[in-house]
């Protein structure tokens, strides 16, 4: 492993890090404004032109504002939970092929982090932990609503995941690989898989909006029932951790979506560029699109979309969404014993 | 490096294993818990057994634990109201205890343990496309045995959960 190798990936770390940071700073306030605009509103205009400090002041407020600790929490778990949302949120980050390699200073760059054979369960390893921070910080705050909120998020999270995982496998099925990159390679000039999973991709992205607790599953945090859901008892900054998590869980899972279901890095005429760092780029920016067009998604449905009750979203989960992902294997088994991979 | 890797695992698998049982809170023994099985699989990984480690990720410490987590926060156990165990089920329970631990200690000191503490003879047996030939080869019969063995396990629970009708 030689000097070069570590300073190529400690700056691809730090720039996806520091990349899906301000795209989830960004996400909130597109959310908002997007929102005003649902809503016949303005949104945010006040900070800088069109509301663009409008992130930076929020997360002035969020530093600045008193932290609260209750005093029967349970104080290292009570820090714990939103420490370790932020944490699952962000590594998923290390497996998502962002791009075809780059040739620099004669070097071959790859960008990806790593490239494990195992990918794609590693990411679904990831959003099975997700759910440690809200349960926890649930169950620190010593709070009726939390408990009732960890409880809720801990039974959606699982239920969601047997129709997520049931939904990767169909694709799995097809592609015949678990790693994410050689995924991304086959759907090379608009072979993408969602042309050939509409069902599993569906399943998937359904089985997103609940992994990711955004609405129509906001279940956790559901205000009408629960006060402030999992994260009433916190405030300052670690309140923003929680609610800024959501933001980054969005993010990854719209770059997992494309890369899995909307070719990744791909784009229509990608092979008439001969000048491969050229393509690259185009690439990764074709990529970046493709996440944005998804949280613009994300945040359409929040603002359309009312919350499910709450048997209604079991009654999702159970009935409607595990039969149909068990279909869905089924129909792509008969496909690859018919036509062919 | 492996060497040192391996012992410093241990010593924390143990470490945490030790609190599980120690720890007064049943929610601190359950985060523990969720920590040993994290060991486990990094164990898995310095024997190259990704698919193995990433297994045992997902679901122990992203389904098992979570359910046992789940089970726990309802119960909201402490020292009140935590029943009593009779003395000769504690008796019972340190004998029975005491068994498992001469069996283990046998079988290790059957197996010879040297002064290396793991070798693999094929290393790339635990990867996803070695371990999936041989479970659908050579292990068929017993890799679906076991599958029915779980569904049929898992309609006995809907079964009992069910709500009889009247």
């Known amino acids: 492993m030689d000097i070069a190798f570590i300073i190529e990936k400690l700056i691809l770390i730090s720039a996806i890090l520091g990349i899906s ?6 996400t909130t306030l597109a959310e908002r404004k997007f929102a005003g605009f649902f809503q016949d509103r303005v949104g945010p205009n006040r900070a800088g032109p069109w509301g663009l400090l409008q992130p930076l002041a929020d997360g002035v407020k969020l530093f600045t504002k008193e932290e609260i600790i209750p005093t029967h929490a349970s104080t290292f778990l009570f820090v714990l939970g939103p420490s370790l949302s932020m944490f699952t949120a962000c590594i998923t980050t290390a497996v998502i092929p962002w791009g075809q390699d780059l040739f620099l200073f004669g070097r071959q760059v790859s960008l990806q982090v790593a490239d494990i054979n195992v990918g794609v369960l590693y990411v679904f390893g990831v959003v099975s932990l997700g759910v440690y921070g809200v349960m926890i910080g ?11 909120a960890a409880v809720r998020s801990a039974s959606q999270n699982i239920s969601y995941e047997i129709a997520m995982g049931l939904s990767i496998i169909a694709l799995l099925m ?3 690989t678990l790693s994410l990159r050689e995924i991304s390679e086959q759907q090379a000039g608009m072979n993408w898989n969602v042309f050939y999973q509409p069902l599993g991709f569906l399943i998937f992205m359904i089985c997103s909006f609940a992994e990711t607790n955004r609405t129509p ?18 405030s300052s900054m670690k309140l923003g951790f929680y609610l800024f998590a959501e933001y980054i869980n969005m993010f ?3 770059a997992i979506m494309a890369s899995l279901y909307f070719g990744g890095y791909n784009y229509p005429f990608m092979h008439l560029i001969s000048n491969p760092n050229v393509a690259a780029l185009i ?8 996440i944005l067009l998804f949280i613009f998604f994300f945040i359409w449905v929040r603002w359309t979309v009312p919350r499910f009750r709450y048997d209604q979203l079991m009654k999702l989960g159970w009935k409607v969404l595990i039969p149909l992902a068990i279909v869905n294997i089924a129909l792509t088994g008969a496909g690859i014993l018919i036509f062919g991979k | 490096m492996s060497h040192s890797l391996f ?26 818990m969720v920590m040993t099985f994290f060991a486990i699989t990094c164990h898995y990984l310095i024997l190259n057994a990704q698919f193995l480690a990433i297994v045992n990720f997902i679901v122990y410490m992203g389904a098992i634990m979570v359910l046992i987590l789940f089970s726990i926060m309802f119960l909201n156990l402490n020292q009140a109201t935590e029943p009593q165990k009779s003395s000769l089920l504690k008796f019972a329970g340190v004998i029975s205890a005491g068994l498992l631990m001469l069996t283990l200690v046998g079988a290790i000191v059957k197996t010879g343990g040297g002064d290396v503490p793991f070798e693999l003879i094929k290393p790339d ?5 070695n371990l999936g030939k041989v479970l659908f080869n050579e292990f068929l019969l017993p890799f679906e045995i076991a599958s029915v063995l779980l569904l049929s396990a898992m309609v006995g629970a809907v079964l009992l959960a069910k709500k009889e009708i009247n």
């Open chain 1, 138 to 148: 649930g169950w620190a705050s010593n709070n009726k609503f939390s408990l009732l």
């Open chain 1, 283 to 290: 690439g990764v920016a074709a990529f970046f699109t493709k």
């Open chain 2, 125 to 129: 047996i635990g990867l996803v496309k």
């Open chain 1, 21 to 26: 940071l301000v795209i989830a700073m960004y």
């Open chain 1, 174 to 176: 097809m592609t015949g």
């Open chain 1, 252 to 254: 990854v899972s719209s």
């Open chain 1, 217 to 234: 599953f906001d279940l956790p945090e559901c205000e009408t029932e629960l006060v402030g859901g999992h994260h009433t008892e916190y």
């Open chain 2, 7 to 32: 012992y410093l695992l241990s010593f924390i698998t143990l470490f945490f294993a030790l609190l599980v049982v120690f720890a007064k809170n049943p929610i601190h023994s359950a985060l523990y």
